[in-house]
């Protein structure tokens, strides 16, 4: 029970990140430090959701197919929300959300190949190492969030955490889809298709 609540608390912590950064970008003005401290909060109570979760369900033996195809659809879904919204709020360009998005949804289809070929669907490390850098990169983001001046450290800050971000997305899907590769084409070769 703790690990489903776990996994799918990342979903209203995501949703309140959302709603707490419309509600300060309504208020205009740049950001206090106690707004980004709740912002804050927010991202590491739901990072720490997605550390935690698996580890509980491992070592209370609850782990479960379901829950492995849940996992990954929360941690989308919630490091979607919280990029969209500081896409929406200009905080970090709209490409990033979007190129992650796509990401997930190749990502997705290709582990779905996979496992009607009888292939392994476990996460592979360049999606641990796109989850920790997307993490680290709302951290960042939350940090920077509001300062907007050309030249300043907070907004060079943003457009490196970005690039980061891209980069590692990108690389990440490129790794799944080499993986899956033989088991697209295995797929490809069946009468139907």
Same mark, same amino acid.
């Given at each position: 029970?703790?690990?489903? #609540?776990?996994? %799918?608390?990342? /979903?209203? &912590?995501?949703?309140? !990140? =959302?709603?707490?950064?419309?509600?300060?970008?309504?208020?205009? +003005?740049?950001?206090?430090?106690?707004? *980004?401290?709740?912002?804050?909060?927010?991202?590491?109570?739901?990072?720490?959701?997605?550390?935690?979760?698996?580890?509980?369900?491992?070592?209370?033996?609850?782990?479960?197919? %379901?829950?492995?195809?849940?996992?990954?659809?929360?941690?989308?879904? =919630?490091? &979607?929300?919280?990029? !969209?919204? /500081?896409?929406?709020?200009?905080?970090?360009?709209?490409?990033?959300?979007?190129?992650?998005?796509?990401?997930? /949804?190749?990502?997705?289809?290709?582990?779905?190949?996979?496992?009607?070929?009888?292939?392994?669907?476990?996460?592979?490390?360049?999606? *641990?190492? *796109?989850?920790? #850098?997307?993490?680290?990169? &709302?951290?960042?983001?939350?940090?920077?969030?509001?300062? =907007?001046?050309?030249?300043?450290?907070?907004? &060079?800050?943003?457009?490196?955490?970005?690039?980061?971000? /891209?980069?590692?997305?990108?690389?990440?899907?490129?790794?799944?889809?080499?993986? +899956?590769?033989?088991?697209?084409?295995?797929? =490809?070769?069946? *009468?139907?298709?």
């Amino acid at each position: 029970m703790i690990p489903w #609540v776990l996994t %799918l608390a990342r /979903l209203p &912590l995501a949703a309140a !990140f =959302a709603v707490v950064v419309a509600l300060f970008i309504k208020a205009a +003005g740049p950001l206090s430090w106690t707004q *980004k401290a709740a912002l804050l909060v927010l991202v590491a109570a739901t990072e720490c959701t997605d550390m935690l979760d698996g580890w509980v369900a491992r070592r209370s033996g609850r782990q479960s197919e %379901l829950g492995g195809l849940v996992d990954p659809l929360c941690d989308s879904l =919630a490091r &979607l929300t919280m990029y !969209f919204a /500081l896409a929406l709020a200009g905080w970090v360009w709209l490409g990033v959300p979007l190129a992650m998005a796509g990401r997930d /949804l190749v990502v997705a289809y290709v582990r779905v190949v996979q496992g009607l070929t009888g292939g392994k669907t476990a996460a592979r490390a360049s999606g *641990k190492a *796109k989850a920790i #850098v997307q993490g680290i990169g &709302l951290l960042v983001l939350v940090v920077a969030a509001g300062v =907007a001046i050309p030249g300043s450290a907070a907004l &060079l800050a943003r457009r490196v955490t970005a690039a980061a971000v /891209l980069t590692v997305t990108a690389w990440s899907l490129i790794d799944y889809l080499r993986a +899956g590769w033989s088991a697209i084409m295995q797929m =490809a070769r069946r *009468k139907g298709h």
